[in-house]
Structure formats: C-alpha cells, structure tokens
C-alpha cells in the first residue's frame, strides 16, 4: 500500500522560503511519477511541479524560476523547494503518485488533479503553507 505524508509547511513572509517534504512508503519514488499540487482558500485544487521517473520535471508557470522539485531515492522522499514566496502562494500543499507522466503528465497535465493521469493518483493529507505580505 502506497502511503505519501507531507510536512514542512508553515507561516511565513512573503519573500522568505520553505521546503516541503513528502515521504513515501510502499513504493519507491524512483518507480513513479512524483508531483506537488495546492488548494488555496476558495479555489481548486492546482499543479505545482512533477517529476518523472526519469528525472524530467514540468512547473505551472506561476511558480516557474521560483520553486525547484528535487528527490532523495535513499530517504524515499520528494521535496519542494520554495523561494521568493508571494502572498498567493498561500495554500494546503499535497504530493501524489502516480505510475508514469510522461510530456502530458508535466505539462498541460498539470493542470489540474482530474486531468491525466493525475486523475489515477495516490495522494497525501497535505500541508499547509500560509505567506503573509
């Protein structure tokens, strides 16, 4: 049974930074497609960034230059590394699994949780990341 568990959120100043972490158990993260989505206060749930198996990465452009995906295959743990962070990135924070991604997957994919194959994914109770200006 594939188990995915977030931390690292916090209360912080806009500006500051934060990395997030999800462990996983069940499954080796190097044998999945790994990505970072967020809720904020009255809206969808949103992609972030996802990286495949293979190493391959794709960031929502709101994000692009400012967060970096990154995983430990020997903790078995994906992390997302926040900069410059702005009052709208303010949100619950989840990790998912799922078995591939592929271009869609860490592109227009991205989108959305109910786009594919997110559509098929394992994800975590989230974290919350609050950003106060």
């Known amino acids: 049974q594939v188990q995915l568990v977030e931390s690292g959120g916090d209360s912080v100043q806009a500006g500051r930074s934060l990395t997030l972490s999800c462990t996983v158990s069940?499954?080796?993260?190097?044998?999945?497609?790994m990505g970072w989505f967020r809720q904020g206060p009255g809206k969808g749930r949103e992609g972030v960034s996802a990286?495949?198996?293979?190493?391959?990465?794709g960031y929502t452009d709101s994000v692009q230059g400012r967060f970096v995906i990154s995983r430990d295959m020997n903790k078995n743990t994906l992390f997302l590394q926040m900069n410059s962070l702005k009052p709208e990135d303010t949100a619950m924070y989840y990790c998912?699994?799922?078995?591939?991604?592929?271009?869609?997957?860490?592109?227009?994919?991205?989108?959305?949780?109910?786009?594919?194959?997110?559509?098929?994914?394992?994800w975590g109770q989230g974290t919350q990341v609050t950003v106060s200006s």
């Open positions: 998912a699994a799922v078995s591939l991604c592929g271009e869609v997957g860490l592109g227009n994919g991205l989108r959305s949780p109910s786009a594919f194959p997110w559509t098929f994914a394992t």
């Open positions: 990286i495949d198996r293979d190493g391959a990465t």
């Open positions: 069940g499954v080796e993260i190097g044998l999945r497609c």
